[in-house]
């Protein structure tokens, strides 16, 4: 069974023999999830509605509006996990009824802006319920994968959902090497079905909402939510608005006019949300718009209007998150792979520390001077002038290499090992891809001193101190960064492709920095420059300076600003020759992926904030 518990109705929809069947509660595809304490009792669903006219004090009209701690009631501290797992307990009953069968296996739909303790509540709620949760997906990430056609490859594919229920989520997803990632994620709970309601209601009572009791306010909103619901199939409906008064007929049109307003907001807010993914509408592959509210006559076509792009609403879309996390992953095609490569310019954007690794480690091979004989024929007192700190920069390139492949490592574990759950999603393997990066680079920094120390015949041990040590911080942030991605299934925001790419500018920087100072500590210049050792190598303790601000921030304001103060830092430092400014600059690597390790740990595990407002009893002037 798939559970979909949302702020104002619950739906659920049953597989079972080889079919999806959602469950009817009192003749409808979903059940009212407000609660109605009474007696110390619980009523739910359309009960409790009819309770709430004639008893507005104890009636609770969303118990996710109320947040996850407890809710007073009539002078009764009740637990909102309670309340919730009353609506649950209800919809279990009815799918063993249904089945004839106990539920073995419950997945449960969430907003993708949910954070690790709101998703632990919720599993809590559901156990209270007796409710066996196996797998919780996120809703976008559902929809998404429901929609791909049978036998096409997700690889890249990238998809933008507008969730409308009772307020609005807007959520960017991607498919990347590791399974479905949200890229971004915005709510606005003046964006959805709720908005509708106060418009519609202040369009047709106007003043006259005064003349109501708090009984009789909720008893208008149960009309208005009825007529809104009958209008998405008819022209007309009569709403009763005051007890005497003659009904009113409203409109789809009426209906369409105030929801305007509405929908403009959810697709600004969806333009906001692809904004911040880093992307353009134009690179969308598919816009989905589902929710309760997403039935509003026209809703589709003023969103679309407003993106200048298509938007698809299925023929249910108040239940779509159900039926889509219900669904099987689609079967790939035979020309898919499970691994395949990135795109031309991530690749050069992962190849190009590799490639000037090399490009250090090479002048530092070649541009050794060997002292008291030769590697082949040494004598007493043989040593080897060399640029260590050539080496250590070498080494801190290659591990980054290492780093941004991580998806790619996670991949080719994951086609190792295939299962995958029905989002496609594998944050376990992520972090099985960080680990593997993280022994590959100590694996390629040993390498690197081992064939220096058979190239000089020095002793190992010699190279280790420069390739190996300097890299440590670094390698314990990548297992840091793989335990936090192993303990959650939500990947941070932009995905962690996005967290593992490292600036091109501080590669650039960083290597012709430490050449040119490598250049000038060991004199060996070519005849043509002969002069201008001082110059090249100031010019190359700046740009070091330059590399450690490029590493650390993004922003060119905040970068021209370090810029000035870690450029003349490093160039007092490399008067004593690059291995000091390169084992700085090994420490600035580990800082940035600290920092972002910090700010993924900070995002998986900060405590809850509702996304909406508790909901009181509406106001005289309206229902917002």
């Given amino acids: 069974m798939t559970i979909d518990y949302g702020s104002v109705a619950t739906r659920a929809v049953l597989t079972w023999r080889g079919s999806r069947t959602p469950l009817i509660f009192d003749g409808q595809v979903e059940l009212s999830s407000a609660v109605h304490v009474s007696d110390g009792q619980l009523v739910i669903g359309a009960r409790a509605w009819q309770l709430a006219e004639s008893d507005p004090d104890g009636f609770v009209p969303s118990p996710l509006h109320a947040g996850t701690g407890q809710l007073d009631v009539r002078g009764t501290a ?127 009572a106007g003043d006259q909402l005064e003349q109501l009791t708090a009984g009789g306010r909720w008893t208008l909103v149960a009309a208005i939510r009825t007529a809104k619901q009958a209008l998405t199939g008819q022209a007309a409906v009569t709403v009763p608005l005051l007890p005497g008064e003659p009904a009113v007929v409203v409109t789809a049109a009426l209906l369409q006019q105030v929801s305007q307003p509405i929908a403009d907001r959810a697709a600004a807010l969806a333009a906001t949300a692809v904004a911040n993914a880093d992307l353009t509408l134009d690179q969308i592959g598919a816009v989905h718009l589902i929710g309760a509210a997403a039935a509003t006559p026209g809703a589709g076509t003023m969103i679309a209007a407003k993106l200048s792009r298509p938007v698809q609403v299925g023929p249910c879309p108040g239940i779509a998150a159900a039926v889509s996390a219900g669904a099987p992953p689609a079967p790939a095609g035979p020309d898919h792979e499970l691994v395949a490569l990135p795109p031309l310019r991530r690749l050069l954007g992962m190849a190009l520390p590799g490639l000037a690794a090399l490009v250090l480690y090479a002048h530092f091979l070649l541009s050794a001077d060997f002292n008291n004989g030769t590697p082949q024929r040494s004598r007493p007192g043989y040593y080897v002038l060399a640029s260590w700190g050539e080496l250590t920069t070498a080494c801190v390139l290659i591990s980054v290499t290492a780093l941004q492949a991580a998806g790619l490592l996670a991949a080719l574990l994951a086609q190792r090992n295939p299962e995958t759950d029905p989002t496609g999603a594998a944050p376990s393997r992520i972090a099985g891809g960080l680990l593997a990066s993280a022994g590959l680079s100590a694996a390629l920094a040993g390498l690197f001193a081992v064939t220096a120390a058979e190239f000089f015949a020095l002793p190992v041990s010699a190279l280790m101190r420069w390739a190996l040590l300097p890299l440590l911080p670094l390698l314990g942030v990548a297992v840091v960064l793989a335990a936090v991605s192993h303990k959650t299934s939500h990947p941070p925001a932009g995905g962690w492709d996005r967290l593992l790419t490292f600036p091109a500018s501080s590669v650039i920087t960083a290597t012709a920095g430490i050449v040119a100072v490598a250049l000038w500590w060991q004199g060996s210049l070519p005849a043509a420059l002969n002069g201008w050792g001082g110059t090249i190598g100031t010019a190359g303790g700046l740009l070091t300076g330059i590399a450690i601000a490029c590493t650390l921030v993004r922003n060119p304001a905040g970068r021209t600003i370090l810029a000035v103060f870690t450029a003349l830092f490093t160039l007092v430092l490399s008067r004593s020759g690059p291995e000091t400014i390169a084992v700085i600059y090994a420490l600035s690597v580990a800082a940035l992926y600290g920092m972002r390790t910090w700010a993924a740990t900070n995002r998986h595990a900060r405590p809850f904030a509702p996304h909406f407002q508790s909901q009181e009893l509406p106001s005289q002037s309206g229902l917002g």
């Fill in 78 to 204: 009740w637990e909102v996990a309670d309340l919730v797992a009353a609506t649950l307990s209800h919809v279990h009953a009815e799918a063993v009824r249904a089945a004839g069968t106990p539920v073995r296996e419950v997945r449960l739909v969430v907003p993708a802006g949910w954070g690790p303790r709101r998703r632990t509540w919720m599993r809590h709620a559901c156990r209270s319920a007796g409710l066996p949760v196996t797998r919780m997906l996120d809703t976008p990430i559902a929809v998404a994968q429901a929609a791909m056609p049978a036998g096409a490859s997700p690889l890249g594919t990238t998809a933008l959902v507008i969730d409308m229920g009772s307020g609005c989520e807007v959520t960017v997803v991607a498919h990347g090497p590791a399974g479905w990632e949200v890229l971004s994620t915005l709510t606005d709970p003046d964006a959805g079905g709720n908005r509708i309601d106060a418009a519609l209601t202040a369009a047709l």
